[in-house]
């Protein structure tokens, strides 16, 4: 003590020679209030007490009075009829009981100023009596938390066990109008701690649907004042569920503000193909599996969001198995994809017209391989082969090994105009590498054949609606709107409750997976967040992976340093994919705004069914009126029609059906109509 207090004499400015004071213990003891220690502080208060005491008083009287008169009104009954919309039903018991409650009122003040009085007679203590009101009426009315009342006017952040409470739930599924006013919940398991989160399962009412739950998550998040990435719904499927039973949990805080993991097969020596790969972990801390095998995976996302990241975590389960042969086409024409050269069979990065050409020959060779695969089907037993689909025993004996195809930007071939020939007519690289596309990923996937495509322009030019069609899982990380989110996980999915503009910039690596096979998850889709690796963690797997196949003689190819020259079989490709591709629906000689509208629909004209006239005047910049009479004139009228908007909402929109407008190109009598704008 003596030397803190020297130390205290050293640090001030002046010092001088008189002995240190010791500082007594009531000022140095916690116990004693701030203004007992100081004589100043201590006038003030005194000085001020009065009128202190004088306002709490008055506050209280107000407290009380506030009180009494919301029980003598039986407001709460009142309030209670109306919620219910009962209040008319409810008008003479309200009024029996409010005559009552005054009555009731009458008599206690009759009774307390008869006791005041006997008591004052008898023993004198009326002041006494006041004095005690006086003080209750103080405590009662003191000020706490800066507000005038008894408790703070903005309340603080609500405890996720509070949040969770069984009256607080009903109470927000009809603040979201979820349920009715006169409807519950039944809880199936009572609330329970589940990993980081809280964690509940409910009964709707017989009329209402797990899936309005998942769609206005937004609105219940919001009820339950917490963010709606931290809220995960799901419906209960299989034998314990039913389209009423929701299981809900509720994250204590924003699950994706962690660092992400590393991915699990930085840790494996080898992988078999036919296991679905470590994708990632769901907000709930669960492993989420991707299956590969007999589908196909389109990953959609706006630039630096980890769409690469993801394309290659599938691609790191193929490569550790060695009997696994790979195409890989990068046309970011980066670094990304380099290391999974030392594996692949065949393999380019790059972004120029040589490039696109290369693709088309990789296509027509896949295509070729695919009928080969098929014939050879044709000659096997039932036992060996029992379905027209590659088996993890014919992958292994007889020679059906699994061949994958990764294309990163994949809207860069698809988007190419070099002009090619094809037998006799020569049509754009761009469309032929989309009708190849299309076909492989409707026939490919039972033969053995893994499709996954990745672009940063999830849009319907981009690509074609008959290869989106038949893609099989999606994947979708953030995007800039809802229309570019249903491009990717399908059509109506932001409807459903799964909108990847929604996600948050922050969270790198977050998407929206809809998977095609046995996965873990109980719904249509499931917000994932991809496993972490790095440049460093890529290149160690490639690196395990060439060991492998050096080590099962598997290596062919580009990885084997052989300079292989395709042989191109342009007539069968064409042969085949000509019972797919759809006919062209842009004709020479179209008059506007058909021609425009029927550029900008593309293959759409043939997938959807109604575009909405807002959408046409936006994309083609023209004025509304102007273009409704002129597509009047060329036989397509505008109707109303049910449709999802931005929103989530369904609602009725003047628009055109896409059967009219291809009547309308087919007829091709134009010669009378004329420009009327």
């Not at 240190?20 to 208060?45: C, I």
């Not at 979820?178 to 409910?202: H, S, Y």
């Not at 959609?300 to 790191?316: C, N, S, V, W, Y």
Request: some cysteine; proline content about 5%; hydrophobic content about 45%.
């Amino acid at each position: 003590m003596n030397g803190d207090l020297e130390r205290i004499a050293l640090d001030g400015e002046l010092a001088d020679d008189s002995p240190v004071r010791r500082v007594s213990w009531w000022r140095r003891s916690t116990w004693v209030p701030v203004w007992l220690k100081s004589r100043r502080d201590f006038l003030a208060v005194v000085l001020v007490a009065p009128w202190r005491f004088v306002g709490a008083v008055v506050r209280g009287l107000v407290a009380v009075g506030r009180w009494w008169r919301r029980w003598v009104t039986v407001r709460d009954y009142r309030e209670a009829a109306e919620s219910s919309e009962k209040l008319a039903d409810k008008f003479e018991p309200i009024r029996a009981l409010t005559l009552f409650r005054w009555k009731v009122t009458a008599a206690v003040v009759v009774a307390g100023v008869v006791l005041v009085a006997v008591l004052d007679l008898v023993y004198g203590v009326l002041w006494e009596i006041v004095a005690a009101a006086a003080v209750g009426l103080a405590v009662l009315g003191r000020r706490r938390e800066g507000s005038p009342g008894r408790r703070a006017v903005l309340a603080g952040p609500r405890a996720l066990t509070w949040t969770m409470d069984p009256q607080v739930l009903i109470d927000a599924f009809r603040d979201a109008k979820l349920i009715g006013k006169d409807e519950t919940l039944r809880l199936v398991e009572r609330v329970r701690r589940d990993g980081a989160g809280w964690a509940v399962t409910v009964d709707l009412p017989a009329t209402r649907k797990a899936a309005d739950v998942i769609r206005n998550r937004d609105a219940l998040a919001s009820a339950l004042a917490v963010d709606e990435v931290q809220l995960s719904v799901e419906r209960v499927r299989g034998n314990g569920g039913h389209a009423g039973r929701v299981a809900m949990w509720v994250a204590d805080a924003d699950p994706y503000a962690t660092a992400p993991l590393r991915t699990p097969l930085l840790e494996a020596e080898r992988w078999d193909a036919w296991r679905p790969v470590p994708f990632g972990r769901d907000a709930r801390d669960r492993r989420v599996d991707l299956p590969l095998v007999w589908t196909s995976l389109l990953v959609g996302a706006i630039p630096r969001q980890g769409k690469t990241f993801a394309a290659r975590l599938a691609a790191a389960g193929l490569i550790l198995d060695p009997h696994t042969r790979l195409y890989v086409a990068d046309f970011k024409a980066g670094k990304d994809w380099d290391a999974a050269g030392q594996v692949a069979h065949r393999f380019m990065s790059g972004d120029e017209a040589e490039h696109v050409v290369t693709l088309v020959g990789w296509l027509i060779e896949l295509v070729s391989e695919v009928q080969a695969r098929y014939r050879r089907m044709r000659t096997l037993d039932d036992v060996t082969c029992p379905e027209s689909k590659v088996t993890p025993a014919m992958s292994r004996e007889q020679g059906f090994g699994i061949t994958a195809l990764f294309v990163d930007e994949v809207q860069v071939p698809l988007e190419d105009r070099t002009q090619i020939k094809v037998q006799d007519r020569r049509v754009t690289a761009g469309d032929y590498i989309g009708e190849l596309l299309a076909w492989l990923a409707k026939k490919g996937p039972a033969a053995g054949l893994v499709l996954v495509l990745a672009t940063q322009r999830p849009d319907s030019k981009t690509i074609p609606s008959g290869l989106r069609a038949v893609l099989g899982s999606r994947f979708a990380l953030r995007v800039m709107d809802w229309r570019d989110s249903n491009i990717v996980l399908g059509e109506q999915m932001n409807t459903r409750g799964y909108d990847s503009s929604r996600l948050l910039a922050t969270h790198k690596g977050v998407g929206i997976l809809r998977p095609d096979g046995e996965t873990q998850t109980d719904g249509l889709a499931v917000t994932v967040r991809t496993y972490y690796m790095p440049n460093e963690d890529w290149r160690t797997i490639c690196a395990r992976g060439r060991e492998l196949r050096d080590a099962e003689g598997t290596l062919t190819g580009h990885a084997a340093g052989q300079d292989t020259t395709l042989v191109l079989d342009h007539a069968a490709a064409a042969k085949a994919i000509g019972a797919s591709a759809g006919p062209v629906w842009r004709p020479d000689g179209l008059p506007e705004p058909l021609d425009a509208v029927v550029a900008y629909l593309g293959d759409d004209l043939e997938s959807r069914e109604f575009v909405p006239t807002s959408e046409l005047v936006d994309a083609l910049d023209v004025e509304p009126t102007a273009f409704a009479r002129q597509m009047a004139t060329l036989g397509c009228r505008p109707v109303r029609n049910r449709t999802p908007m931005e929103d989530g909402e369904v609602r009725r929109v003047r628009g055109y059906h896409t059967s009219d407008i291809r009547a309308a190109v087919l007829a091709g009598d134009f010669s009378s109509t004329g420009d009327e704008s």
